[in-house]
C-alpha cells in the first residue's frame, strides 16, 4: 500500500524557534511536494522537489527552506517560526516520469501552532 | 496565472439524495488535467477521480461523475447515492501540462445528513 508518512502530527513551537517537518515516502517516487492548507485558502504548494538535492520555490517560499538529501525523504524548515506559520501542513509525492496528471499521494499532514 | 475557484464553501446533502459541487478554473492552455481530491475529518487527502482535457466523454467512478465543460472552463462534481462516509472537504484542482504541481481551489465542506 502507497505510504507518505509524515513523522509529527501535532507540534507546537515557540515563535524563533528553528523547525524541521519530515515526510517519507516508499513508493520510489522522484516528486515531493510541501503544501500548507489554511482555512479559506485551499492548499498552497511552499516548494516541490523533483530528484534528489532538486528543488523549486512553490508560491509561498518566504519563511522557509527545504532539504532532498535521500529520494525518499523530503524536509520543510522553518528557520525561525512565527506565529503566521501556524496552519496544516501536508507532505505530498507523486511519479515524476509521467510527466503530468499523475496520482498525488498524501501523507495526514502536520499541524503547527507557532505560540 | 491559473487559478481555481470554489464558489460554494457548505454544501450538504441528505442520504441517499445527489449533490453537485461547482468548480471554475481559468487558464491559457489547452492540455492539463483537472482533479477532485476529498479530505475526510482524518485529513489524509486521496483522489476521487481525474478528468484529462484532451477527452470530451466525462470521467466517472461508481457513484462520483463528473460534467467537464472545457469551453466554460467548468469542472463540477456529481456524487450520486451520497452515504454519511462521503462527508469531508472536497477540493477541486488544477494540473498543468508537464508538471505534477497542482493548483487547488479553497475546497467545500459537504455535510451528509441521514
Known amino acids: 500500500d502507497v505510504k507518505v508518512t509524515q513523522s509529527s502530527r501535532y507540534l507546537v513551537k515557540r515563535t524563533g524557534e528553528k523547525v524541521f517537518l519530515e515526510c517519507v515516502q516508499d513508493?520510489?517516487?522522484?516528486?515531493m511536494f510541501w503544501y500548507r492548507q489554511d482555512p479559506g485558502l485551499g492548499l498552497r504548494l511552499i516548494y516541490f522537489?523533483?530528484?534528489?538535492?532538486?528543488?523549486e520555490k512553490g508560491d509561498i517560499p518566504e519563511g522557509y527552506s527545504v532539504s532532498r538529501e535521500k529520494k525518499e525523504r523530503f524536509s520543510l524548515i522553518l528557520e525561525s517560526a512565527s506565529t503566521n506559520q501556524t496552519s496544516m501542513y501536508l507532505c505530498?509525492?507523486?511519479?515524476?516520469?509521467?510527466?503530468?496528471?499523475?496520482?498525488?499521494?498524501f501523507g495526514e499532514g502536520s499541524w503547527l501552532t507557532v505560540v | 496565472a491559473q487559478t481555481v475557484t470554489q464558489s460554494q464553501p457548505e454544501m450538504s446533502v441528505q442520504e441517499a439524495e445527489t449533490v453537485t459541487l461547482s468548480c471554475t478554473y481559468d487558464?491559457?492552455?489547452?492540455?492539463?488535467?483537472l482533479f477532485w481530491y476529498k479530505q475526510p475529518p482524518s485529513r489524509q487527502m486521496i483522489l476521487v477521480i481525474r478528468q484529462e482535457a484532451y477527452k470530451q466523454q466525462n470521467a466517472t467512478e461508481n457513484r462520483f461523475s463528473v460534467n467537464f465543460q472545457k469551453a466554460a472552463k467548468s469542472f463540477s462534481l456529481k456524487i450520486s447515492d451520497s452515504q454519511l462516509g462521503d462527508a469531508a472537504m472536497y477540493f477541486c484542482a488544477f494540473n498543468p501540462y508537464n508538471t505534477d504541481k497542482l493548483i487547488f481551489g479553497t475546497g467545500t465542506r459537504l455535510q451528509v445528513f441521514p
Open positions: 513508493m520510489d517516487h522522484e516528486n
Open positions: 487558464t491559457s492552455e489547452s492540455d492539463y488535467y
Open positions: 505530498a509525492s507523486s511519479r515524476g516520469d509521467a510527466g503530468s496528471g499523475n496520482t498525488i499521494y
Open positions: 522537489s523533483y530528484d534528489v538535492k532538486m528543488k
